[in-house]
């Protein structure tokens, strides 16, 4: 709108300076026209001159004789502008005598003719006024109408720009007022939005609280519920066997369910940082032991062998850190902890000769495995007999002390078949040369030991290996039943070390039935203790030797039963 006022005041300029240049242009045409003189023969536009000799002198009357003469009357000279106009242009000059009426006549004609001439010339610029000023007025109409016109498109154009000036404030306040009105809806929009997500979340906290308590309380009832069945489960381990736990597989079937219930709100208890029981954490231990994880059950054993548990299962927590050091061959630090575990035995009771039976036992290992690496040196019976020295004579005493005690039965043959163990080692039966009278000796004692050690697989298999070596003939009905429990016992053990140690069993029990057998049965037994082997993930488990009598590290038992199985192809 404004660029169109614009246009509309340049074109009126345009106008009022077109017109005056017209105006202009016919001033100087009619200036030029009227100064221009008419030629002879031609006449003006206008009205025609009046033509006046170039000079007339009045006529003298004639003088009487005798009489004085007037004055003469003065010569009159007229000058006209033209010499000859109506009268042929001819110059009169008569000189006569007038009579007053006659120069009176004369001159009243003269002044008619003068005074004709005048009008003429004022008729002339009378004319020539009008003419110019028809063009002025024509201009000065021109121009006071352009100024009129200027002066009404000047009010219209402010009209114009002032109402389009008002429509641009009130189009700028209605849109600032429908922008304010737009934030206002809009802020309330998200206010209400904003209440209504605040009062979703909080009603959302709420209910996750609610879970959350819910949740927990089940955990936490769960937990007591499960920490109730461990300590159920621990009582006979507590006051009992110490691996009874994972070897009976009533037993050892409980803590497995126990460790699956466990593992399903072991995640959830971490995130509410719900500490677990003592005894739920030593479930999660032997878990731990089962599935071949060693170092991960002997961690999680140190959190229930610390200060502030209850007294007995610190005493199981420490056996169990003991027996698996001994597993891994870290037998100074076995032999620390199961003497650890009997400070927290009173004095009486089986579990403390147990502890101190498994703690000779582990010196005899640290004995023996000196002795394995210095066998450059250690060659005669002598040098094993004074390498185990300390160890035998502690518990030849330990089995003076419980000896003919009903409550320490166990205990005893616990004693009776290491020292057997230990008896046997010293033999060194896998020697192959010739029992000299000590070596017999040895095999002897350890035989009678075994059969002191009750009826069980391994101290029958011990029995019969002494008399094997000493009378070089088998009992293949002994060799046959340890074959089948043997068997059956595999179903009680899940570690793969003492599958690995009872497959040894087996196949030397098959080494002696040779004779007996058909076929090559053996081979599997082979292969199977090789698998077994294989399951063992930890480079540093021992295994149980039956010819050693002690742990072997694994590369020892595997030439081991390799020597076992070239033997039996030879035979």
Same mark, same amino acid.
């Given at each position: 709108?404004?660029?169109?006022? /614009?246009?509309?005041?340049?074109?009126?300029?345009?106008?009022?300076?077109?017109?005056?240049?017209?105006?202009?242009?016919?001033?100087?045409?009619?200036?030029?026209?009227?100064?221009?003189?008419?030629?002879?023969?031609?006449?003006?536009?206008?009205?025609?001159?009046?033509?006046?000799?170039?000079?007339?002198?009045?006529?003298?009357?004639?003088?009487?004789?005798?009489?004085?003469?007037?004055?003469?009357?003065?010569?009159?000279?007229?000058?006209?502008?033209?010499?000859?106009?109506?009268?042929?242009?001819?110059?009169?000059?008569?000189?006569?005598?007038?009579?007053?009426?006659?120069?009176?006549?004369?001159?009243?004609?003269?002044?008619?003719?003068?005074?004709?001439?005048?009008?003429?010339?004022?008729?002339?610029?009378?004319?020539?006024?009008?003419?110019?000023?028809?063009?002025?007025?024509?201009?000065?109409?021109?121009?006071?109408?352009?100024?009129?016109?200027?002066?009404?498109?000047?009010?219209?154009?402010?009209?114009?720009?002032?109402?389009?000036? =008002?429509?641009?404030?009130?189009?700028?306040?209605?849109?600032?007022?429908?922008?304010?009105?737009?934030?206002?809806?809009?802020?309330? $929009?998200?206010?209400?939005?904003?209440?209504?997500?605040?009062?979703?979340?909080?009603?959302?906290?709420?209910?996750?609280?609610?879970?959350?308590?819910?949740?927990?309380?089940?955990?936490?009832?769960?937990?007591?519920?499960?920490?109730?069945?461990?300590?159920?489960?621990?009582?006979?381990?507590?006051?009992?066997?110490?691996?009874? #736990?994972?070897?009976?597989?009533?037993?050892?079937?409980?803590?497995?369910?126990?460790?699956?219930?466990?593992?399903?709100?072991?995640?959830?208890?971490?995130?509410?940082?719900?500490?677990?029981?003592?005894?739920?954490?030593?479930?999660?231990?032997?878990?731990?032991?089962?599935?071949?994880? $060693?170092?991960?059950? #002997?961690?999680?054993?140190?959190?229930? $062998?610390?200060?502030?548990?209850?007294?007995?299962?610190?005493?199981?927590?420490? @056996?169990?850190?003991?027996?698996?050091?001994?597993?891994?061959?870290?037998?100074?630090?076995?032999?620390?902890?199961?003497?650890?575990?009997?400070?927290?035995?009173?004095?009486?009771?089986?579990?403390?000769?147990?502890?101190?039976?498994?703690?000779?036992?582990?010196?005899?290992?640290? +004995?023996?495995?000196?002795?394995?690496?210095?066998?450059?040196?250690?060659?005669?019976?002598?040098?094993? =007999? +004074?390498?185990?020295?300390?160890?035998?004579?502690?518990?030849?005493?330990?089995?003076?002390?419980?000896?003919?005690?009903?409550?320490?039965?166990?205990?005893?043959?616990?004693?009776?078949?290491?020292?057997?163990? #230990?008896?046997?080692?010293?033999?060194?039966?896998?020697?192959?040369?010739?029992?000299?009278?000590?070596?017999?000796?040895?095999?002897? =004692?350890?035989? /009678?030991?075994?059969?002191?050690?009750?009826?069980?697989?391994?101290?029958?298999?011990?029995?019969?290996?002494?008399?094997? @070596?000493?009378?070089?003939?088998?009992?293949?009905?002994?060799?046959?039943?340890?074959?089948?429990?043997?068997?059956?016992?595999?179903?009680?053990?899940?570690?793969?070390?003492?599958?690995?140690?009872?497959?040894?069993?087996?196949?030397?029990?098959?080494?002696?039935?040779?004779?007996?057998?058909?076929?090559?049965?053996?081979?599997?037994?082979?292969?199977?203790?090789?698998?077994?082997?294989?399951?063992?993930?930890?480079?540093?488990?021992? #295994?149980?030797?039956?010819?050693?009598?002690?742990?072997?590290?694994?590369?020892?038992?595997?030439?081991?039963?390799?020597?076992?199985? =070239?033997?039996?192809?030879?035979?």
């Amino acid at each position: 709108m404004k660029r169109k006022g /614009e246009q509309g005041i340049g074109f009126m300029r345009g106008l009022q300076l077109a017109i005056c240049a017209l105006v202009l242009v016919s001033l100087v045409s009619v200036s030029l026209g009227g100064n221009q003189t008419p030629q002879s023969g031609t006449q003006t536009s206008g009205p025609p001159a009046p033509q006046t000799s170039s000079s007339t002198q009045m006529p003298t009357a004639p003088r009487s004789t005798g009489q004085t003469s007037p004055p003469s009357a003065p010569t009159a000279t007229v000058q006209t502008g033209t010499a000859s106009r109506s009268q042929g242009n001819a110059a009169v000059s008569s000189v006569s005598p007038l009579t007053m009426d006659q120069r009176i006549e004369f001159m009243e004609r003269q002044l008619k003719i003068v005074s004709d001439q005048m009008e003429r010339q004022v008729k002339i610029l009378s004319d020539q006024v009008s003419w110019i000023l028809l063009p002025l007025t024509i201009l000065i109409g021109i121009l006071a109408l352009g100024g009129a016109l200027g002066v009404v498109f000047s009010f219209r154009e402010q009209s114009r720009t002032s109402q389009i000036h =008002e429509l641009t404030v009130a189009g700028e306040q209605a849109a600032q007022r429908r922008t304010e009105d737009s934030y206002a809806t809009f802020i309330d $929009a998200s206010q209400k939005t904003l209440t209504l997500v605040n009062e979703t979340l909080q009603l959302a906290k709420e209910a996750s609280e609610r879970a959350n308590q819910t949740m927990t309380l089940r955990a936490e009832r769960s937990l007591n519920a499960i920490a109730e069945q461990a300590q159920d489960l621990l009582e006979k381990a507590l006051h009992g066997d110490f691996k009874s #736990i994972v070897i009976q597989p009533a037993l050892r079937t409980s803590l497995e369910g126990l460790a699956k219930e466990l593992a399903a709100i072991e995640g959830y208890l971490s995130l509410q940082a719900i500490p677990l029981r003592p005894e739920c954490v030593f479930v999660q231990a032997m878990s731990r032991h089962l599935s071949n994880d $060693a170092r991960g059950a #002997i961690r999680l054993l140190r959190d229930v $062998a610390r200060e502030g548990i209850a007294r007995d299962l610190r005493c199981l927590a420490q @056996y169990w850190i003991g027996y698996l050091h001994n597993n891994r061959g870290n037998y100074a630090e076995a032999a620390q902890e199961f003497r650890g575990a009997q400070d927290l035995v009173a004095t009486g009771d089986s579990r403390l000769v147990e502890l101190q039976r498994i703690t000779w036992e582990t010196e005899f290992f640290l +004995a023996a495995q000196k002795c394995s690496k210095d066998k450059d040196n250690v060659q005669e019976t002598a040098d094993r =007999e +004074a390498a185990v020295k300390d160890p035998l004579a502690e518990l030849a005493k330990l089995a003076s002390k419980v000896r003919g005690i009903t409550r320490y039965e166990k205990a005893s043959q616990g004693i009776a078949s290491t020292r057997a163990n #230990i008896l046997t080692w010293i033999a060194d039966v896998k020697n192959g040369s010739t029992l000299n009278e000590r070596r017999r000796g040895c095999l002897s =004692e350890a035989k /009678e030991l075994y059969s002191a050690a009750g009826g069980g697989m391994f101290a029958r298999f011990g029995f019969n290996e002494s008399e094997y @070596y000493l009378t070089e003939q088998a009992n293949l009905i002994e060799y046959s039943k340890i074959e089948r429990e043997a068997m059956e016992f595999l179903q009680s053990r899940r570690e793969p070390r003492n599958t690995a140690n009872i497959y040894e069993t087996i196949l030397i029990a098959r080494c002696r039935l040779r004779s007996k057998e058909s076929g090559n049965s053996w081979v599997e037994i082979y292969r199977n203790v090789q698998d077994a082997i294989g399951e063992i993930l930890d480079e540093e488990i021992t #295994i149980f030797s039956q010819f050693e009598k002690r742990n072997l590290i694994r590369e020892d038992f595997v030439r081991e039963v390799n020597w076992i199985y =070239e033997k039996m192809a030879k035979a």
